[in-house]
């Protein structure tokens, strides 16, 4: 499986773009980026997702690396609301298109 | 938006019950359901993958004994944990995929929270 990379943890100030990083340099040319945030006690919530051209939606923007190695996932202005743990996930090509989550990077919006 | 939708949100009961958690898609159908279980302050670990009309399949050291899981619809899988334990107490979560397939995201449930006394 492609594993990614992310920061355990990020601060972001209100009104302020928070930018996220994820590696995932072992990823295969057909599988797919996706990032899903996760707020306390809910079930993860779907973001956008990529595969090599940069995606905008009402949500976020993913902008994916040339050699697709590492993408990051951009919140515009990001509020209070925000604050989750957000999840960069490469999908395994032929697999039932199963997600396998790693740890994640838990984002805090702070006034 | 798609929406997945679980039920039980929570539910306590007294050890040696089983427990039946169902996943429901709504407003569209999905062929392949996906159960994951996740522990306090840990990430989303997948159990197994539910497939309609067919077996599900379990990740390495899930035991499908213990844990049932029944696709009978595009719209309906149920997780059954049976005899359930302390230890069994965690949060559920479903998700689903679109049968339209290719790289259609999951949408997730908003998890059930068992608790075995």
């Known amino acids: 499986d492609a594993k990614t990379t992310q920061p355990t943890s990020m601060d972001c100030a209100e009104g302020r773009a928070a930018n996220l990083p994820c590696n995932h340099s072992t990823i295969s040319g057909n599988e797919y980026v996706y990032w899903y945030r996760q707020i306390h006690s809910q079930g993860p919530q779907y973001i956008i997702h990529g595969l090599k051209n940069n995606e905008t939606n009402e949500m976020a923007s993913l902008i994916i690396t040339e050699d697709r190695k590492s993408s990051t996932l951009i919140l515009p202005h990001a509020t209070l609301r925000d604050t989750a743990v957000y999840y960069c996930?490469?999908?395994?090509?032929?697999?039932?298109?199963?997600?396998?989550f790693g740890q994640g990077t838990e984002l805090s919006v702070k006034p | 938006g798609a929406v997945v939708s679980q039920h039980p949100s929570w539910v306590i009961c007294k050890s040696g019950t089983s427990v039946k958690i169902e996943c429901r898609s709504l407003?569209?159908?999905?062929?392949?359901m996906f159960w994951y279980r996740q522990f306090p302050k840990q990430s989303l670990m997948l159990m197994a993958t539910?497939?309609?009309?067919?077996?599900?399949?379990?990740e390495q050291g899930v035991e499908k004994d213990k844990f049932l899981i029944n696709h009978a619809s595009l719209t309906l899988s149920t997780l059954t944990v049976t005899s359930a334990h302390p230890e069994d107490s965690s949060f559920y979560i479903c998700?689903?995929?679109?049968?339209?397939?290719?790289?259609?995201?999951?949408?997730f449930g908003d998890g059930t929270r068992l608790s075995i006394l």
């Open positions: 407003d569209f159908q999905a062929t392949t």
């Open positions: 996930i490469v999908r395994v090509y032929n697999q039932g298109g199963k997600l396998i």
């Open positions: 998700s689903a995929r679109d049968r339209g397939g290719g790289n259609q995201p999951q949408h």
């Open positions: 539910s497939n309609e009309g067919s077996k599900a399949t379990y």
